[in-house]
T-cell receptor
Framework: KQEVTQIPAALSVPEGENLVLNCSFT??????LQWFRQDPGKGLTSLLL?????REQTSGRLNASLDKSSGRSTLYIAASQPGDSATYLCAVIRPGGSYIPTFGRGTSLIVHP | SAVISQKPSRDICQRGTSLTIQCQVDSQVTMMFWYRQQPGQSLTLIATANQGSEATYESGFVIDKFPISRPNLTFSTLTVSNMSPEDSSIYLC?????????????FGPGTRLTVL
C-alpha cells in the first residue's frame, strides 16, 4: 500500500526566504506526482504535475523535482511571499486501474511580513 | 483546466438529518471522485463515480451512508445520510480533466459541513 509522508508538517518563515517542502513515498512505481495548494477551509488548487519520466517541473516561483528511485519529491518556493501562506499537499498516483491519488498530510506554511 | 463548483459551500446540520452536496463541472468528464477531509487530516477517498454505473466505494465507506448519483458527464451528488458529529468535515469533489495528459486532478472548492 502506497504511503505518502510530508515533512515538515508546519513551517513559519519571514517573507523573502527560499523554501523546500519534502514529500516521500514508499512505492516507487508511480504514474505521476502532483502538488496542490489548499487555503484554509477551501478546495485544492493544482500547482504542478510531474510525470514519472520527468525530473522536474517549473511554474513561476515554484519548482518541483522528482526522484522516483529514492521515492522523493521536493517543492521549491523562491522568494516566498505572505500570499504563499497555505497548506501544500503532494499526491502520488500509481499506474494501472483508475489512477486514484494517495495524498500526504500536507505542510502548513506561514510566510510572515 | 476544468472548472468545478460545489453547492452548498458550507452548512450546519442537526444530528440524524441528511445533506446532499452537488458538484458541477463545466466540461464533460468520465471520472468524478468524492473525498472527505476531516479536521487536521489529509484527504480520504470516499468513492469514484462514473456516469452510467454504480459508484465504487473505498473501504470503510458504504452506499447507505454516502449514496452518490451521477446522472450525466458534468454533474454528481453526494448525500451524507443520518449524520453524526463525526461526519463534520470538508467534502470535496474532483475530476480527471480529459484535456490534460497524465490524469491531472482538479478539485472543487469544497463543502464545509458541521454536524451538531
Amino acid at each position: 500500500k502506497q504511503e505518502v509522508t510530508q515533512i515538515p508538517a508546519a513551517l513559519s518563515v519571514p517573507e523573502g526566504e527560499n523554501l523546500v517542502l519534502n514529500c516521500s513515498f514508499t512505492d516507487s512505481a508511480i504514474y505521476n506526482l502532483q502538488w496542490f495548494r489548499q487555503d484554509p477551509g477551501k478546495g485544492l488548487t493544482s500547482l504542478l504535475l510531474i510525470q514519472s519520466s520527468q525530473r522536474e517541473q517549473t511554474s513561476g516561483r515554484l519548482n518541483a523535482s522528482l526522484d522516483k528511485s529514492s521515492g522523493r519529491s521536493t517543492l521549491y518556493i523562491a522568494a516566498s511571499q505572505p500570499g504563499d501562506s497555505a497548506t501544500y499537499l503532494c499526491a502520488v498516483i500509481r499506474p494501472g486501474g483508475s489512477y486514484i491519488p494517495t495524498f500526504g498530510r500536507g505542510t502548513s506554511l506561514i510566510v510572515h511580513p | 483546466s476544468a472548472v468545478i463548483s460545489q453547492k452548498p459551500s458550507r452548512d450546519i446540520c442537526q444530528r440524524g438529518t441528511s445533506l446532499t452536496i452537488q458538484c458541477q463541472v463545466d466540461s464533460q468528464v468520465t471520472m468524478m471522485f468524492w473525498y472527505r477531509q476531516q479536521p487536521g487530516q489529509s484527504l480520504t477517498l470516499i468513492a469514484t463515480a462514473n456516469q452510467g454505473s454504480e459508484a465504487t466505494y473505498e473501504s470503510g465507506f458504504v452506499i447507505d451512508k454516502f449514496p452518490i448519483s451521477r446522472p450525466n458527464l458534468t454533474f454528481s451528488t453526494l448525500t451524507v445520510s443520518n449524520m453524526s458529529p463525526e461526519d463534520s468535515s470538508i467534502y470535496l469533489c474532483s475530476v480527471e480533466d480529459p484535456t490534460y495528459a497524465y490524469n491531472e486532478q482538479f478539485f472543487g472548492p469544497g463543502t464545509r459541513l458541521t454536524v451538531l
